[in-house]
């Protein structure tokens, strides 16, 4: 059964910092990464990274203050947030493709997806 499970959102203080980690299961990914939707607004792309690569791709609000990382050996992709804003605050989603479309997932042409961790930054 393919399956992406997501761990480590919570509660932080604008400034702080959190890490997300997403577990793959059932199949290998060639494009994993993270989207977050907070109440009453569209999905947004956070990051991606190539499954075997260093290539990595950041939206434009989270550049020079979340990083996306890889332990492939286990199969888990990270999510590593500095420097939080409330405006950070939203559900966060790994999400997946089976091939190396970035644009498709840059939509938000997801075929995979977890449930999502919240996240939350008070200010």
């Known amino acids: 059964q393919v399956q992406l499970k997501e761990s480590g959102g919570g509660l932080v203080q604008a400034g702080g910092s959190l890490r997300l980690s997403c577990a793959g299961f059932g199949r290998p990914f060639s494009v994993r990464g993270w989207f977050r939707q907070a109440p009453g607004k569209e999905p947004e792309f956070v990051a991606a990274?190539?499954?075997?690569?260093?290539?990595?791709f950041y939206g434009d609000s989270v550049k020079g203050r979340f990083t996306i990382s890889r332990d492939n050996r286990n199969n888990i992709i990270y999510l590593q947030m500095n420097n939080l804003r409330p405006e950070d605050t939203a559900n966060y989603y790994c999400?997946?493709?089976?091939?190396?479309?970035?644009?498709?997932f840059r939509r938000g042409t997801v075929p995979y997806r977890g449930q999502g961790t919240q996240v939350t930054v008070s200010s």
């Open positions: 990274t190539y499954w075997g690569t260093d290539v990595t």
């Open positions: 999400a997946a493709r089976a091939d190396y479309n970035n644009d498709a």
